[in-house]
Each structure stands twice: as C-alpha cells, then as structure tokens.
C-alpha cells in the first residue's frame, strides 16, 4: 500500500471526482423524487443532512467494489442508499441525548439548524428512505430477489441494533474511561465499521460475485473500517476543529476511550496502517485489489478530515 496516495491526491483523483459529483447528482435527485409527502421542515431537514457534503467515501466504496468484483452497469442510484443511512447516523449521534454536537462538516449539525424533535424525526425517516432506494435501485439492475434480499439485509444490518445503534450505545458506555483494547474494536467494528463493510458487501452483491470474492470484500470492508475510525480518532486528538469542521478533542473532553488514548498517536496510527494492509491483502488473494480499493484503502489512515 503507497502511504502517499489517496483520492486526492494520485492519478486516481478525476475518477474519484467524478464518481463523488455523479453521487451528488443522485443524492439531489432522490431527495427531489421522494422527499414528498413529508411534512415540509421535516423534508428540509432530510436535504440539509443529505445534501450536506463530506467525502462520500461509502458510497465510492460501494462503487469501487462493484467494479473490483466485476459490474459493468451504473451502481450510483445503489450507492445512494448506503450514504443515507450515513447522514442518519450522524443526525443522531449528534443528539444532544449522544454526542451532544454543534458542527458538522464545518456546518451547524441537524439539531442546531431544526431543533431536536425535527432533527430525531427527520433521522428515524431516513432508514426507510434509504431502504426504498436500495429497493428500487436493486431492481433497477435486474438483480433476482435472493440479490435483492441480501442486499437489504446487509444494509439494514448495518443500520440496526447490531450495527451502528448498538456500537453507538457502547460508545456511550465508553465515557467512564475503562474500555480496554479489543472492547474498544468491538464498539467500532459496530458503530463505523458496519457500514464500511456494509457498504463493500453490496457492491459485491451487486455485482453477482461468487461467494469467495464477496467473503473477501468482508473482510476488507471490516478492516477499513477499523483503519478508519482509528484515523479518526487519531484526528479527534492532533487536529482543529476548523481543519476538521467538526469538534477536535471531544473524545479527550468526554473521558472516552480511544486508540491513541490507550496506544499513543504513533501506535494508533501504526495500527490504522495495519488494518489497512489487511484489508488489501485480503483483495489481493481473491484476485480482485484493483487501484481504487488500494488507494481507498490508503485513503482512509492518510486523510486529513
């Protein structure tokens, strides 16, 4: 894995641009579609959370996987979904009754802009948002219907209690200071790895891969998420809260447990470097480590935000 690449910064950088401007597109225009029928403040604080930037990083992994396993058709409307269920989780992790936030992506976080009650509605509204466009968009590419399930399953899996909700609650329990080392990686494998991994594995889904490739994508997605969420927290306790646009050093203000906190920021980051030469090596014995998936995966431990 070459530490100096990412997204931004290799000869990758135009197709990750566009796939990122062609997610845009299809977050904008499923927010036109099927926004309706929502009370209207609650439907403007869908778009504002949606539409409200960021690296899309899932969404281009489902992509990136999708063609690593061999899709030839268009997977955005797909990737779509995955990001929405993003914006969910970061709705509600920002609740004044979890992390208790203000910014988000250098913005005002939901709750700040649409007071707590629209913002925990307009929350709640998106899973099923989201399932509705991975529905339809499954559909869309001519997926059978034990596809189809499969590929709700992962993503509502992810969303759910044994994924993103649950590792949030651990997270919570986290604040007392006393988490050791592997709680710690089963709290992150839930609340940010799941949708990582999520997010893979439907591409590969997607894709109609065999069994072994869509293992191997698994385990991919299950160690960048582990890469990331250590940068992350890496982040959390070297950078600035303008660099970051959101809250620097709410982890240290909070008494959580964190990677540096219990392997310093040298340690954390040696380890967010491991995972990800897992998650690649990994690719590389099913055959399918293409560029993309390399370069996401160095992208995840060497970004900057």
Known sequence: ??????????????????????????????????????????AEAIRYSILGGGKRLR???????????????DATALATAVEVVHAYSLAHDDLPCMDDDDVRRGRPTLHRM????????????????????????????????????????????????????????????????TMSLEELETV???KTGALITAAVVIGGLAARAPERAVA????????????????????????TTT????????????????????????????LARAFADTGCAALARAGILTPAMESLATFSVTRRR
């Open 243 to 270: 660099a970051l646009g959101k809250t620097a050093g709410r982890d240290a203000e909070r008494n959580k447990r964190t990677y540096p906190a219990l392997l310093g920021v040298e340690g954390a980051s040696a």
């Open 114 to 177: 649409y007071g707590t009650a629209v913002a925990t509605a307009a929350g709640v509204a998106m899973v099923p948002l989201a399932a509705w466009a991975a529905a339809d968009a499954a559909s869309a590419l001519a997926l059978p219907r034990p596809l189809r399930a499969a590929i709700l399953g992962e993503l509502m899996r992810a969303s759910g209690a044994g994924g993103m909700v649950g590792g949030q609650m651990l997270d919570l329990a986290s604040e007392d200071g």
């Open 216 to 239: 191997s994508l698994r385990a991919y997605g299950e160690a960048i998420g582990l890469a990331f969420q250590i940068a992350d927290d890496v982040l959390d306790a070297t950078s």
């Open 188 to 190: 992150h494998r839930a």
């Open 59 to 73: 969404p281009i992994l489902l992509l990136a996987a999708y063609d690593a396993a061999g899709g030839r058709d």
């Open 1 to 42: 894995m070459d530490a100096s690449a990412s997204p931004t910064s290799t000869a990758d950088a135009a197709d990750f641009a566009a796939e990122r401007e062609a997610v845009e597109r299809a977050l904008a225009a499923m927010c036109d579609e099927r926004l309706g029928g929502i009370p209207a403040r609650v």
